[in-house]
């Protein structure tokens, strides 16, 4: 028993110091398979561990908590970027995955929790490579070493960088959506819909367009199934770059192809005034899209209305 008014006894912390520092010990990958290193726990923690007849060894029992404990952590990130752990490939992704969660530990008892912060370090590490190709001396930061293993891994993956762009911006798209809240549909009344061209379009916060080169969107967070399911292809790209629409509904995470001409739309409503954003998507079409995109344009603002991508009118700022 501990002293009285004191904290927990000596032995108790040391064994908990122990086994925590035994589980948040990275596995060991130097013999193609990720493995963990027995050797290396710490005598007294073995000793402490009591065998039952017949049962695996003391450091036996706890080399399998702790190679479980990282295959659900490796499961927990593959499940919350599944495009891009399937465009770099399992084995690479989770080295990176191990570098991210030996530097930030899983402090919550969700794991997915632990995803946090592990797409601002890919982008830093793409952001490198793309430095590197370009001959740009790279920003410095605090951790370089870390930072260049980040990069080499990707490099190893021999994924194309836009191939795993894309993934990482379809995968956050999704949380986004996910995470965000359904803010309603908007059902434009006539006043508003008479001041359409002179407004700007309020787009729902859950709302992200993304666009692929390669076959990604169908690998979603929220589908379930089997994570061995397929891969895309790096030499198998699309005719032509296709685009979605992640956002938030009543019933919940929506994934939505969109006609290329509506991505460029949609696009360029975020910047200006609906009637200005037509005329600049327009002016910028052959005489073949501007006879589609005349014919299809009501259905377009009936999908998303009826998606909830539109939230509502803001005036247009008064000219200068």
Same mark, same amino acid.
Request: proline content about 7%.
């Given at each position: 028993?501990?002293?009285? =008014?004191?904290?927990?006894?000596?032995?108790?912390?040391?064994?908990?110091?122990?086994?925590?520092?035994? %589980?948040? !010990?990275?596995?060991?990958?130097?013999?193609?398979?990720?493995?963990?290193?027995?050797?290396?726990?710490?005598?007294?923690?073995?000793? +402490?561990?009591?065998?039952?007849?017949?049962?695996?060894?003391?450091?036996?029992?706890?080399?399998?908590?702790?190679? +479980?404990?990282?295959? $659900?952590?490796?499961?927990?990130?593959?499940?919350?970027?599944?495009?891009?752990?399937?465009? @770099? =490939?399992?084995?690479?992704?989770?080295?990176?995955?191990?570098?991210?969660?030996?530097?930030? /530990?899983?402090?919550?008892?969700?794991?997915?929790?632990?995803?946090?912060?592990?797409?601002?370090? %890919?982008?830093?590490?793409?952001? $490198?490579?793309?430095?590197?190709?370009? =001959?740009?001396? /790279?920003?410095?930061?605090?951790?370089?070493?870390?930072?260049?293993? &980040?990069?080499?891994?990707?490099?190893?993956?021999?994924?194309?960088?836009? @191939?795993?762009?894309? !993934?990482?911006?379809?995968?956050?798209?999704?949380?986004?959506?996910?995470?965000?809240?359904?803010?309603?549909? &908007?059902? /434009?009344? %006539?006043?508003?819909?008479?001041?359409?061209?002179?407004?700007?379009? $309020?787009?729902?916060?859950?709302?992200?367009?993304?666009?692929?080169?390669?076959?990604?969107?169908?690998?979603?967070?929220?589908?379930?199934?089997?994570?061995?399911?397929?891969?895309?292809?790096?030499?198998?790209?699309?005719?032509?770059?296709?685009? &979605?629409?992640?956002?938030?509904?009543?019933?919940?995470?929506?994934?939505?192809?969109?006609?290329?001409?509506?991505?460029?739309?949609?696009?360029?409503?975020?910047?200006?005034?609906?009637? +200005?954003?037509?005329?600049?998507?327009?002016?910028?079409?052959?005489?073949?899209?501007?006879?589609?995109?005349? !014919?299809?344009?009501?259905?377009?603002?009936?999908?998303?209305?009826?998606? =909830?991508? &539109?939230?509502?009118?803001?005036?247009?700022?008064?000219? !200068?």
């Amino acid at each position: 028993m501990s002293p009285r =008014g004191g904290g927990p006894p000596s032995w108790l912390r040391e064994l908990q110091r122990d086994f925590t520092a035994v %589980l948040r !010990a990275p596995l060991d990958s130097g013999t193609g398979v990720f493995r963990e290193r027995q050797e290396r726990y710490p005598a007294r923690l073995v000793a +402490q561990l009591r065998s039952g007849p017949g049962g695996p060894a003391p450091a036996e029992r706890l080399a399998l908590y702790h190679r +479980q404990y990282w295959m $659900r952590l490796f499961t927990a990130l593959q499940t919350g970027f599944p495009r891009v752990s399937r465009a @770099m =490939g399992y084995w690479h992704f989770n080295h990176l995955a191990a570098l991210h969660l030996a530097a930030r /530990p899983p402090r919550h008892f969700d794991l997915d929790e632990g995803a946090r912060g592990f797409a601002a370090r %890919l982008h830093r590490a793409l952001q $490198r490579l793309d430095d590197a190709r370009r =001959g740009r001396p /790279p920003e410095r930061p605090a951790r370089e070493h870390e930072e260049d293993e &980040w990069s080499r891994r990707v490099e190893l993956s021999r994924a194309p960088l836009d @191939m795993v762009r894309q !993934a990482l911006h379809m995968d956050e798209a999704e949380r986004h959506a996910f995470e965000s809240p359904f803010e309603g549909l &908007w059902r /434009p009344t %006539l006043e508003e819909l008479a001041g359409l061209a002179e407004g700007r379009l $309020r787009f729902a916060v859950s709302c992200t367009l993304a666009y692929e080169d390669w076959d990604l969107a169908r690998f979603s967070r929220l589908a379930g199934g089997d994570l061995d399911e397929g891969a895309p292809d790096a030499r198998r790209r699309h005719p032509s770059t296709r685009a &979605w629409v992640f956002a938030r509904s009543a019933a919940g995470t929506t994934t939505t192809s969109v006609e290329p001409l509506f991505a460029r739309l949609l696009e360029r409503c975020r910047e200006l005034p609906f009637g +200005q954003a037509l005329a600049d998507v327009e002016a910028g079409c052959t005489a073949a899209e501007t006879a589609r995109l005349r !014919a299809d344009l009501q259905g377009w603002i009936a999908l998303a209305l009826s998606s =909830g991508w &539109w939230t509502g009118l803001a005036r247009a700022e008064p000219r !200068a």
